[in-house]
């Protein structure tokens, strides 16, 4: 069985950073893009980064670019969202996805979803 796993939230001040890892588990995680995604209270869910199975290639949202860094080891079966210069807009349940090939925007390609993980930007 498919299974995502994201940890790395949590609370932080603005101008701050965090790392959020999506761990798999039931399969090899080399063999899928990984989105992440993020839905803030009241509004739609939002695709923020994507990279495909080998790494090669990445892309962000205009929202985060320049901010955030997606990454993969598939050694360890983990992607990577490094997240600087976080600003309270970023608040939000970020959700890591998978889905066989390459890269999507659109959260119904992906198939399978991790159960989230809180992050909150405050002073």
């Known amino acids: 069985q498919l299974q995502l796993v994201e940890s790395g939230g949590g609370l932080v001040q603005p101008g701050g950073s965090l790392r959020l890892s999506c761990a798999a588990s039931?399969?090899?995680?080399?063999?899928?893009?990984i989105g992440w995604f993020r839905q803030a209270p009241g509004k739609v869910r939002e695709g923020i980064s994507c990279i495909n199975p080998s790494g090669s290639s990445t892309n962000y949202a205009d929202s985060v670019k320049g901010r955030f860094t997606i990454s993969r080891d598939n050694a360890k079966n983990t992607v990577y969202l490094q997240m600087n210069s976080l600003k309270p807009e970023d608040t939000a349940v970020y959700y890591c996805?998978?889905?066989?090939?390459?890269?999507?925007?659109?959260?119904?390609?992906?198939?399978?979803w991790g159960q989230g993980t809180q992050v909150t930007v405050s002073s």
């Open positions: 996805a998978a889905r066989s090939g390459r890269c999507s925007t659109w959260q119904y390609d992906f198939g399978s």
């Open positions: 039931g399969f090899t995680l080399a063999n899928y893009a």
